[in-house]
């Protein structure tokens, strides 16, 4: 099981990028496929981007060509590099890991607010 943290919020401009990371402390993280979502106020938690275990990734189509995952096993972190960003970005932004083996569960953070705003 792991604990999930994510860093990299702030306020941009439109246009402007940020990368988000998302840190898990424990162990086997090399096993929990990873999503980034993300909620607006007073609207769904909707899905962003994820990667499973084997690297594969896939996309909102929302933010396809503009947002990119990728994750770093080794540092136990996964990034979402966020450019060409639009005030519809924004939102609070969650990182999820849901553990592919058994015992593992399923673990979200506690959320970092993305602003894109002139």
């Known amino acids: 099981q792991v604990q999930l943290e994510e860093s990299g919020g702030g306020l941009v401009q439109p246009g402007g990028s940020l990368r988000l990371s998302c840190v898990a402390f424990?162990?086997?993280?090399?096993?929990?496929?990873v999503a980034w979502y993300r909620q607006a106020p007073s609207n769904q938690r909707d899905l962003v981007a994820r990667?499973?275990?084997?690297?594969?990734?896939d996309y909102a189509d929302s933010v396809k060509g503009r947002f990119t995952i990728s994750r770093d096993n080794a540092k136990n972190t996964v990034y979402l590099q966020m450019n060409s960003l639009k005030p519809e970005d924004t939102a609070v932004y969650y990182c999820?890991?849901?553990?592919?083996?058994?015992?593992?569960?399923?673990?979200w953070g506690q959320g970092t607010q993305v602003t894109v705003s002139s």
């Open positions: 424990g162990s086997r993280f090399n096993f929990y496929d």
């Open positions: 990667v499973n275990t084997m690297g594969n990734t």
């Open positions: 999820n890991g849901v553990g592919k083996l058994i015992g593992l569960g399923t673990t």
